[in-house]
């Protein structure tokens, strides 16, 4: 984790990479940084959009439908571009 203070604003979605990582590289990230959570998977692939591709689940219903994803980085269900993809890429 890095020792520089995150912003924290709580009703804002959190960001994706401080999630993941614990940590967050952009100067004025807009977005919320909670400090009681811990990363959630070290290495985790994600997708242009910052969520996980977990290729052995079941496509995220959300994302399907709307390209968008209301549980964020810590969803359990796969972010891939497109359920018939089996490329594998890491973006």
């Known amino acids: ?4 203070k995150m912003p924290t604003r709580p009703g804002i979605p959190e960001c994706g990479n ?6 967050c590289d952009l100067k ?3 977005y ?3 400090m009681n959570k811990t990363p959630i998977e070290p290495g985790l692939a994600l997708n242009n959009k910052g969520l996980p ?3 052995n689940q079941a496509i995220c219903p959300d994302f399907s439908r709307f390209g968008l994803c209301k ?3 810590a ?3 796969d972010h891939s571009s497109s359920s018939s ?4 890429s890491k973006l």
Do not use: V
């Not at 984790?1 to 520089?4: C, E, L, V």
């Not at 401080?18 to 940590?23: P, R, V």
């Not at 993809?85 to 594998?88: M, V």
């Open 18 to 23: 401080y999630l993941l990582t614990g940590n």
């Open 75 to 77: 969803c359990k269900f």
């Open 1 to 4: 984790m890095s020792d520089k």
């Open 28 to 30: 004025e990230c807009k």
């Open 53 to 55: 591709l977990r290729p």
């Open 71 to 73: 549980s964020g980085p």
């Open 85 to 88: 993809s089996s490329s594998g």
């Open 32 to 34: 919320h940084h909670p």
